[in-house]
């Protein structure tokens, strides 16, 4: 049994960053800012020079209001020795309270990511 499990265990750094990804994408969902930052860098840099900490309070903000949404339409994953490159278009998704959503975005953005110890973390974000 565990060699069955060890086989299924992934080391590739692909695997890992996409695990790391969808972590943050499913953090957003559960209106968790905490967990959906915990990915990023200390060093990291957001759209209009946003830092790690302006990026937890933009998510407080955000997910104080409205119930998020995050539907993965595009992930494209290039790795390059200790750094990766991703690129992804989502369906962003709001509502307050209802069933439906109340609107719906697409937005797209490159990830940067840089590896630190044995974890990925994100770099930069920046809106296409």
């Not at 590896?115 to 930069?124: S, T």
């Amino acid at each position: 049994m565990l060699a069955i499990l060890l086989a299924c265990r992934s080391d590739k750094p692909e695997d890992r960053i996409r695990k790391a990804f969808e972590s943050c994408r499913a953090a957003l969902e559960d209106g968790d800012a905490a967990a959906a930052v915990g990915p990023l860098d200390a060093a990291f840099r957001g759209p209009e020079g946003m830092d790690k900490g302006g990026a937890r309070l933009f998510l407080l903000g955000l997910l104080r209001q409205d119930k998020v949404g995050v539907t993965v339409l595009r992930n494209d994953l290039t790795v390059r020795g200790n750094e990766a490159f991703q690129e992804v278009d989502l369906l962003i998704t709001g509502r307050q309270g209802g069933l439906l959503p109340r609107d719906a975005t697409r937005r797209s953005f490159g990830l940067r990511w840089r590896k630190a110890g044995d974890d990925w973390r994100i770099l930069e974000i920046q809106e296409r």
